[in-house]
């Protein structure tokens, strides 16, 4: 991802990407460079390579991107991703699709692992990107999504979903639910179970998984699951975690407000397809995974979109890491903690769609 970067960030992003992990590799500086920040807090205590990369980021202006242009929060972002992320795993096959969308063309990246070249009926995972709607990419996703299709041992569809401001709300919604009722209708033509066919997202593509899991939920085959790792699901920003972790920890309640005036300016922020959690009728939805970070500003949203669920009688399971910040499934190459997490998502999600009866 580095080579793809303009000049401009190329040679300081390849250097940290040098440095980071090497200086996080290092137990006592680690401790050094966290100080209090990995005290206590609210019952929780913060992982120190993670807290030792706060204090690092705290020194670079470019990690705020609500500091920047939509289009130059993108390129940072990036940049910032491939300083801290691992490299992919061997073997697995892309194919690149063009999805007819309600607008155009929407780019989709079919990745198969090594043990599943050649089969049939494999269950499927069609992954919407994070970066609250306005920046990532497919590119930005492209090693966690490599990884998916082999931890989880199915075929992963990545979705890039048109991104704002120059696409507002509902764009990106749009894109999410052709590509994912695309997915089902090519399915045996890409070796897909359409019985056994997810969503899943971060942040919000973890928004966006819920939404196509509403608005598809009476299709013939709507989804099996909906994953959603440190889903965005209130756009009301009231919970309790909005206010006790608004500074501090990577993902700011400033941040967040400007996501959404990129996103969705002058729209209810209780409208159903922005803040999932609080939409009417969540009846007959998919089953959930819900996985939270206990230092991240959107972690009670996830919690109480699972509470939701199970009063409807709606199988849904919600497992915070507790010791973790908002993007983490992206920092796994200098996060200990991160890795051995993402991991740990990655095999439940695969255990969870393994076990849907397929359509054979």
Do not use: K
């Not at 007819?100 to 089969?119: K, N």
């Not at 973790?324 to 499934?329: A, D, E, M, P, Q």
């Amino acid at each position: 991802m580095i080579a793809d970067l303009p000049r401009s960030l190329r040679a300081a992003t390849a250097v940290q990407r040098a440095l980071v992990p090497q200086l996080l590799g290092r137990p006592w500086l680690c401790a050094l460079l966290a100080g209090r920040r990995t005290l206590p807090r609210e019952g929780r205590r913060l992982d120190t390579q993670t807290a030792a990369m706060l204090a690092l980021s705290a020194v670079d202006p470019n990690v705020d991107l609500a500091r920047h242009p939509p289009a130059a929060a993108r390129l940072h972002l990036a940049a910032q991703v491939s300083v801290v992320d691992a490299l992919p795993p061997p073997g697995v096959v892309t194919v690149d699709h063009r999805v007819d969308g309600p607008a155009g063309a929407v780019p989709v990246r079919l990745y198969t692992a090594p043990a599943a070249i050649g089969a049939r009926d494999v269950p499927a995972i069609v992954y919407f990107h994070g970066g609250g709607w306005v920046t990532g990419s497919i590119a930005t996703h492209d090693s966690f999504c490599r990884r998916l299709a082999v931890g989880a041992r199915c075929r992963v569809v990545s979705v890039d979903y048109r991104l704002a401001p120059e696409h507002p709300f509902p764009a990106a919604i749009d894109d999410a639910v052709a590509s994912f009722r695309w997915v089902v209708g090519q399915a045996a033509g890409l070796g897909i179970d359409a019985a056994r066919v997810a969503v899943a997202g971060d942040s919000a593509g973890g928004s966006l998984s819920a939404v196509v899991a509403r608005r598809t939920r009476g299709d013939a085959r709507p989804p099996a699951l909906q994953a959603l790792i440190y889903p965005g699901l209130d756009a009301t920003f009231s919970a309790p975690s909005h206010a006790t972790l608004a500074s501090g920890y990577l993902l700011t309640r400033q941040a967040m407000d400007w996501y959404l005036d990129q996103y969705a300016r002058g729209v209810d922020t209780r409208h159903p397809d922005l803040s999932p959690l609080l939409a009417d009728d969540l009846a007959g939805v998919a089953p959930a995974l819900i996985y939270t970070a206990g230092f991240d500003p959107l972690r009670d949203e996830g919690r109480l979109y699972g509470e939701r669920l199970r009063e409807l009688g709606i199988p849904a399971r919600h497992t915070e890491l507790p010791s973790l910040i908002h993007g983490f499934v992206l920092m796994i190459g200098a996060i200990d903690a991160a890795r051995r997490a993402t991991d740990e998502i990655i095999a439940d999600i695969g255990r969870a769609l393994s076990a849907v009866p397929g359509g054979g």
